[in-house]
């Protein structure tokens, strides 16, 4: 479970940007008399640096953020903060320079940003004040992610592609589940920033799972914002993650189910996260040597079971916001050791921009026994032993020390990666990358050590899951004691929750009301029925969309048992569908999959009282409009300019007739219900689009609506006309100054009194677990 700290480590209340907490912690207080003698006695640096981290480590970290989302739009706004706010922002004020926002230098296409601005610059600079509020709607509607920077770096060592099946095993409250979204919808390598275009539906999925249950639903609500039918969502105890089966055809041909194995896994572990000192300040009153002793047993396991889903050539990631290397080291060691298939791989030369250094291959376990918080260190395993009183419990096991014997290059903990904070300024993290040998390299291996050899080689080749197996079996027997070992579950029931293996085959409604019929435990989601693509609303959805026949109509569900649509409908690609089909949702605990797609639209008049009318009801969802349109025939989508976008955003409602020319008679031209437009790039005297915009509306008899949100409504007025045209924006802003003129309080007085410098909170920090990034 997650090392959740007590109230005293929290902030009182929001903050999102003002990080020197010294409503917790004074900087007099940012001192702790063990953390600096165990990190000392650890060598983690030369001496000679020891002054400058530690002084690193009181300071307020910088603000970072990364522009997220789909690749295309994610490439425009940065390109919008490149040439239109970053040259106003270099001005000199009262006399001082400031600094403007920085690009990260390693992160790929220049998509990540820091700064590094006093709250007073924030309040005198109008410059800034007009960023500032650029970043609010832009975090607000999900555009911009604000994430500590190295908790950017695990997804891009990962190095996903839109084909691999990947699994973030702690992956609340999701900052790494959107990164690793984006690039599995970003074809070639994101890694090395060479992807351009956008995947709508790619082949692979990403496995989001969290043992947390509130926090999973956090990361429901964070990964919404990227909508993919390739997304799958559990809450699971990572380190007996269950076996998840799915058909044959999905993952290499055959018949039947098998084994999912992943191609990437990111085990971002729960950890002591003391390497965001400069973040969770209170970390200085509660540091405690037990906080990673106590973690490290957790951490092994969860990083052996996913050595074990993995697959052959696949690659998991280790990281975690600890400078800890019973947490680090410990935990990579023991796991290499039990499955001696796995290598470290070298990152010294991944990202390299990065300042980093090596992993350590020497430490030394420290304790506190008796409630005294005086450490005692120990350099082996049986001395801490020899030192235990008759009473006290043997706690910890060998493998929180270093290994004897470090020969085998393979497992060079030099090979691992650590960030400390005084190297570019950032929070202190570690990251491990580990490889499982490939199919070929494994097979010959055990040919090699088989005497019998010859014969198994005429064998058909080994299915990857039997690979897997007798490797878990393998690791149970090693030398190396871990801390408990893992079971291999049982292939997971399929009759209840689950359909035949054939179920794409046999006729869909078939399979609706299956997964109802098991409901048990206190997991309480709404089961998964898929549609019949013969389904009159999933037709009347296709058909007023004018979809071209390669959707994939037949992964349709709803969240009913009775596969009523009666709200709203899903969209998985074909292995989400798959695992769905053949997995029982309440055992594997799925919270949500896929994404959503149409939602009916509340209070719809049809114009004429047919069924087809309405079944048009439904309409699509602009988070969704990204996932469809690759798939809607080009001719149908209306053409729009800036006029027609500003009337949209400026009323409600507003009438047809009232539109200009040409666009006027081709909407009257059009039947009621949902309709895309097209804005293509255009610059007039009001506003500039520098990209091509679509945008879903709703035609009722006589008006239109444009179908986004208020704040993205706002964020796009931003962007597209410099200022919020909306009428929530409007009257937001008179409603501004009526409360100034009435309180006779100066709006910048009022920012002086919040005192902050505010970008709408990620939920990782609104969490404030001290154990994350
Ligand atoms: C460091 S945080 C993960 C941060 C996340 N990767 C991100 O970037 O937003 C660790 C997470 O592990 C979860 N956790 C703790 N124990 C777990 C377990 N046994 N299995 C799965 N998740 C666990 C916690 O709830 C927490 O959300």
């Known amino acids: 479970m997650t090392r959740r700290k007590k109230a005293a480590w929290r902030p009182k209340s929001s903050k999102p940007w003002n990080d020197n907490r010294t409503d917790i912690v004074s900087p007099e207080q940012m001192k702790n008399a063990n953390l600096e003698k165990y990190y000392k006695m650890q060598n ?8 400058a981290f530690m002084e690193r ?5 910088p603000t970072t953020f990364r522009v997220a989302g789909f690749r295309e739009t994610a490439t425009v706004l940065n390109d919008l903060i490149k040439t239109t706010y970053i040259p106003t922002l270099s001005n000199a004020i009262d006399g001082e320079e400031v600094e403007p926002p920085a690009q990260l230098p390693w ?7 820091q700064f590094n601005v006093s709250k007073q610059v924030l309040r005198k600079n109008p410059d800034f004040k007009r960023f500032h509020s650029f970043l609010v709607f832009e975090t607000e509607i999900g555009n911009i992610s604000r994430q500590e920077a190295v908790s950017m770096l695990p997804p891009l060592l990962l190095d996903v592609q839109p084909h691999h099946v990947v699994m973030d095993m702690c992956a609340a409250p999701g900052s790494k589940t959107a990164q690793l979204l984006e690039a599995l919808h970003t074809p070639s390598s994101a890694s090395t920033g060479t992807g351009t275009g956008t995947t709508a539906i790619p082949p692979g999925l990403l496995l989001a799972n969290d043992s947390d249950h509130k926090r999973t639903h956090l990361l429901i609500h964070q990964s919404a914002r990227l909508p993919s039918p390739s997304l799958l969502v559990t809450n699971l105890d990572a380190s007996i993650f269950p076996t998840i089966r799915v058909g044959a055809e999905c993952v290499g041909g055959g018949n039947g189910t098998r084994q999912l194995l992943f191609d990437r896994i990111l ?6 996260g003391d390497g965001t000192l400069r973040k969770n300040v209170g970390i200085w ?9 106590g973690l490290h047993s957790l951490q092994l396991r969860i990083l ?3 050595m074990r889903l993995l697959k052959p050539g696949g690659r998991i990631v280790y990281s975690t916001c600890s400078l800890n290397p019973i947490e680090n080291e410990a935990v990579v060691a023991a796991a290499l050791r039990s499955m001696p298939d796995f ?8 990202l390299p921009s990065l300042h980093r250094r090596p992993g350590l291959k020497s430490w030394t376990p420290a304790f506190t026994f008796g409630g005294k918080r005086e450490l005692q260190f120990f350099a082996t395993y049986s001395e801490y032993v020899a030192a235990l009183g008759e009473k006290d419990e043997k706690k910890y096991t060998e493998s929180m020390w270093p290994p004897e014997d470090q020969s085998e290059e393979a497992w060079d903990l030099t090979r691992c990666m650590r960030i400390y904070p005084h190297l570019q300024d950032t929070g202190g993290f570690f990251i491990a990358v580990l490889e499982k040998k490939a199919l070929e390299t494994l097979e010959l291996k055990k040919r090699q050590a088989d005497d019998t050899a010859p014969e198994i080689a005429t064998k058909k080749p080994k299915l990857e899951e039997d690979v897997v197996l007798s490797d878990a079996a393998g690791a149970e027997s090693s030398a190396i004691p871990t801390p408990s070992a893992v079971k291999e579950e049982e292939k997971p029931d399929v009759k209840g929750g689950g359909v035949p293996n054939n179920a ?7 399979t609706k009301g299956k997964q109802s019929e098991e409901t048990g435990g206190t997991f309480k989601e709404n089961p998964y029925t898929f549609l019949s693509p013969d389904d009159p609303i999933v037709k009347a959805c296709i058909d007023k969309l004018h979809l071209i026949p390669s959707f994939p109509d037949s992964n349709i569900f709803v969240r009913n048992p009775f596969g009523e649509p009666a709200r709203s409908l899903y969209l998985t690609n074909d292995i989400v569908q798959s695992v769905i089909l053949n997995n029982d949702y309440n055992k594997i605990r799925l919270m949500t999959a896929g994404t959503k797609l149409f939602v009916k639209q509340e209070g719809a008049k049809s114009s004429a009282d047919d069924s087809e009318e309405s079944n048009s009801k439904f309409r699509i969802l602009s988070e969704g409009l990204p996932v469809v349109y690759p798939f809607v025939k080009p001719e149908t989508v209306m053409d729009a300019n800036l006029v027609t976008l500003r009337s949209l955003l400026e009323v409600y409602h507003p009438l047809c007739e009232n539109f200009q020319q040409p666009f006027k008679d081709a909407i009257v031209a059009r039947s009621s219900g949902c309709h895309i437009l097209r804005f293509s790039e255009e610059k007039n005297d009001s506003g500039s689009l520098t990209h091509e915009l679509v945008l879903p509306i709703w035609k009722s008899s006589v008006s239109l609506s444009l179908m986004i949100d208020k704040k993205a409504k706002s964020a796009l007025s931003l962007r597209v006309f410099g200022q919020d045209i909306t009428t929530a924006g409007r009257e937001a802003a008179s409603n501004q100054k009526v409360r100034a003129t009435s309180s006779g309080t100066s709006i910048a007085a009022k920012d002086e009194e919040t005192d902050q410098v505010v970008i709408a909170e990620d939920p990782e920090q609104a969490n404030d677990s001290v154990n994350e990034t």
């Open 44 to 51: 983690i640096l030369p001496a000679e640096e020891w002054n």
């Open 343 to 350: 290598m470290l791989v070298p990152t010294s030369s991944s």
């Open 304 to 306: 052996q079971r996913a």
């Open 285 to 293: 009153l509660k540091w405690g040597v037990g906080d990673g002793n």
């Open 504 to 510: 794409k085959s046999l006729p869909l409604n078939k």
């Open 107 to 113: 992160y790929p296409d220049g998509l990540a940003w």
């Open 267 to 272: 085990c971002d572990v729960p950890c002591s």
């Open 57 to 61: 480590l009181k300071m307020p970290l």
